[in-house]
């Protein structure tokens, strides 16, 4: 098939399992808000719904960047890397918070003295975002 005749998600080096990292990224601070996963249907998605949809390992399913918590990543641009197997999107992320923990990030821990520290305030409690 010729480069020209695939399709974007053609064009995107899945991995043994058909899935590619995504690294989640502010569209105005730069900051890496997250890392997750994508499958085919996945992108596809993203793209249609101009916001992030992930592949969510654990669970086996799809799921839609704050469903549960109201953190929804509104896709502003979607970028592939050189080698074709890391998307970059660029988002905003609407409630300022993209990680489970309740932090404005899932980077929030620097090594120090051989040890991790939470350097990142938690900005809301997951026990209020997360209903059971």
Known sequence: M?????TYIDQVAWNDQGLVPVVAQDQITQAVLMV??????ALNL???ENR?????RSRQKLWRKGEESGHVQQVSEIRLDCDNDVILL?????GGIACHTGRA???????????WHAVDAVLKDPDTIYQK
Do not use: G, H, P
């Open 2 to 6: 010729e480069q020209s005749a695939k």
């Open 36 to 41: 997750a996963w994508m499958n085919r249907e």
């Open 46 to 48: 993203t793209v249609t």
């Open 52 to 56: 992030a949809v992930y592949w969510s």
């Open 90 to 94: 660029q988002v905003e992320q609407l």
């Open 105 to 115: 990030s899932c980077f929030f821990s620097i090594l120090k003295d051989n040890q």
